[in-house]
């Protein structure tokens, strides 16, 4: 993932006094990491209200202090969880920038359909675990998605500067993907690649719509129908 996408996803906020702070030493990052790998179990099979410090410490089998140590507040806890799981996001979902057009947005999908089943809890506190309206969190939700219709936009025209118009409508295929991924993970369903050709062709379906609408935009030719 290059800068800009860590920036559209969490460098440009004002600091906050309950973010978690980092801690130095090899071996204080490893056991940071442990316990927001615990978190994203918790967080995903229980709301953020429902989870109390005790409770959290109870499950990790480590003391209450050890994760104030480490991330100040149970907020500070679940934004470094949902940060650290959107990095991850990003990065596989923005994969194969060598590929050409086409080739790039399958990689996309394909990566952004692998990460959620192979880490399902996480990618459901991405989506849709956690704390309820926190604008912080939101815009952490938010930065994942544009950094995902960027990706996409870049597949598709050669650019991420696009008019509003393609971009609601590429945002709109964006959150349908959430939809489709939730339920694809949450149950017995297609392999991975009919998932994946689904949205691929749910995509080229909103990508003629865009050049109907909006005939700067024009459609790779092989979305068009033949």
């Known amino acids: 993932m290059d800068t800009s996408q860590q920036q559209g996803v969490s460098g440009s906020r004002s600091p906050d006094p309950e973010?978690?702070?980092p801690r130095g030493?090899?071996?204080?990052?490893?056991?940071?990491?442990?316990?927001?790998?615990i978190g994203r179990k918790l967080f995903a099979d229980t709301s953020y209200d429902a989870l109390s410090m005790d409770d959290i410490a109870r499950q990790a089998h480590v003391a209450?202090?050890?994760?104030?140590?480490?991330?100040?507040?149970?907020?500070?806890?679940?934004?470094?969880?949902?940060?650290?799981?959107?990095?991850?996001?990003?990065?596989?979902?923005?994969s194969g920038t060598e590929l050409p057009g086409r080739a790039r947005v399958e990689r996309t999908i394909d990566g952004y359909l692998r990460y959620a089943e192979q880490n399902q809890a996480a990618y459901r506190t991405i989506v849709s675990g956690g704390v309820g309206f926190d604008a912080e969190v939101q815009a952490i939700r938010d930065g994942v998605r544009e950094a995902i219709v960027d990706t996409i936009a870049e597949g598709a025209y050669g650019r991420r500067d696009i008019p509003r118009l393609a971009r609601l409508a590429i945002l709109g295929w964006q959150w349908s993907v959430e939809g489709v991924t939730l339920d694809w993970i949450g149950r017995d369903g297609p392999p991975r690649d009919t998932v994946r050709e689904l949205l691929v062709r749910l995509l080229g379906s909103t990508l003629r719509t865009i050049e109907e609408l909006e005939p700067s935009c024009p459609a790779p030719p092989r979305v068009r129908p033949a």
């Open 64 to 94: 209450k202090g050890l994760i104030y140590y480490y991330f100040t507040s149970k907020r500070g806890y679940y934004l470094a969880i949902v940060e650290d799981a959107v990095a991850e996001l990003v990065s596989r979902a923005a």
């Open 19 to 21: 973010r978690p702070r």
């Open 25 to 37: 030493t090899d071996r204080s990052h490893a056991r940071r990491a442990e316990l927001i790998e």
